[in-house]
């Protein structure tokens, strides 16, 4: 294992141990609910909403360190941002558990290097069974805003 992914390591497994925001919300607020039957993960979010930010976010989930720990770190990614903001943080982090390894690590511009401790999920990329896992929170937040944009 490389010192790289040593660290990657540590950041998924401090959030996998210490979830940010982890609960639920009182007051008004969108809820979603999401799995992944490929690996049992669970997950749920709720989104506070308002001026078109999210004020606030909790998230609730058992299933392996990766999908959980991903949850964690969107929770950290999402709270305070403009629904703009997060969808392209969104797409940014699509983009980078897609892009082939190897490819532009040192390019500034490179989805990761926005994303902060996100950036230690790009190690699942050689695992594509477990994208699934890293992807299921961020799915789940979709299925909220959307939610959010029907009930506006
Ligand atoms: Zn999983």
């Not at 892009?99 to 290097?113: A, F």
């Not at 805003?145 to 009930?151: T, Y």
Request: aromatic letters at 4%; charged letters at 25%.
């Amino acid at each position: 294992m490389s010192q790289l992914d040593e660290l990657y390591r540590e950041v998924i497994l401090d959030h996998y141990r210490n979830p940010r925001k982890r609960g639920t919300l009182n007051g008004a607020h969108v809820h979603a609910e999401g799995n992944n039957p490929s690996c049992g993960d669970e997950f749920s979010i709720d989104v506070a909403i308002e001026d078109g930010k999210i004020t606030d976010a909790a998230m609730q989930g058992q299933g392996c360190s990766i999908s959980q720990a991903s949850g964690s770190m969107m929770m950290d990614a999402i709270i305070g941002k403009s629904l703009a903001e997060v969808s392209d943080l969104t797409t940014k982090f699509k983009t980078m558990m897609t892009i082939e390894e190897g490819e532009n690590p040192v390019d500034p511009d490179r989805p990761g290097s926005v994303l902060g401790d996100l950036e230690a999920l790009q190690g699942v990329r050689k695992f594509p069974v477990r994208i699934k896992c890293a992807d299921l929170a961020w799915a789940t937040l979709s299925d909220a805003l959307e939610q959010a944009e029907k009930a506006s």
